[in-house]
């Protein structure tokens, strides 16, 4: 597969404007990304921009934190889905990992799942904030719920994904079809390709076009 169809080419910032998002997808659309990746209210737009081409529409869900209701993480996958997002990035329930209420956590992600018909679910760990023993768990568990992808970071924690946490991720994997999505502090081409060579089949990063070009970043994040 060419590098370009990895990247899931994001933005995430609060300050993005629709003209921030018309331009993604037409970065996008030039570039053949696989996908847009943009907060739940832009899925519509992205849509609409990207309706004449093979980019797809990824929605973060429960954005950043993670911490919000199960209720209110449905919610938001379903209009997501009705604006027409194809995959869904939705962030774990940390707190609930920390707090050992594995049921909770399980029940969280097995809600959003079940909100879907066909569509891809990532669920994001956020890596930078586990234990070594809690990155095992929260994979196993996610895989379990029905999880897709595990995915290591939303670009707004204390850090992005790493090489270490990426190999303790795929260690769980066994025979599944999971896969592993890689993000945050993802920036060129160089870096891109070492978790590509591990195993990883999807990088989040708002410095697409710096990783196909082998250009310069300009510092992106989300």
Avoid: W
């Avoid at 990426?166 to 160089?190: C, F, N, P, Q």
Wanted: with cysteine; charged share 25%.
């Amino acid at each position: 597969m060419k590098l370009n169809k990895y990247i899931d080419h994001t933005l995430l910032k609060a300050i993005a404007t629709k003209s921030d998002i018309i331009q993604l997808c037409n970065e996008a659309k030039e570039n053949d990304f696989f996908s847009v990746c943009v907060n739940s209210s832009y899925v519509a737009l992205a849509k609409k921009e990207l309706q004449s081409s093979s980019v797809k529409v990824c929605s973060v869900i429960g954005f950043p934190l993670g911490a919000m209701s199960t209720q209110a993480k449905v919610a938001e996958t379903k209009q997501a889905l009705l604006d027409g997002a194809d995959e869904i990035d939705m962030v774990m329930n940390i707190g609930a990992l920390k707090s050992k209420d594995f049921e909770f956590l399980s029940k969280d992600i097995e809600a959003v799942k079940n909100a879907m018909t066909n569509n891809t679910l990532k669920v994001i760990l956020e890596t930078c904030y586990l234990e070594e023993s809690e990155i095992i768990k929260a994979s196993i568990l996610a895989i379990r719920a029905g999880a897709d992808y595990i995915k290591t970071s939303t670009g707004f924690g204390t850090g992005g994904a790493n090489i270490k946490d990426v190999e303790l991720m795929k260690s769980v994997l066994g025979d599944s079809k999971v896969k592993i999505k890689a993000s945050g502090g993802i920036r060129d081409t160089s870096t891109a390709l070492a978790y590509i060579n591990i195993g990883v089949e999807r990088i989040g990063t708002s410095n697409g076009i710096a990783i196909v070009t082998g250009g310069n970043s300009k510092e992106n994040n989300y």
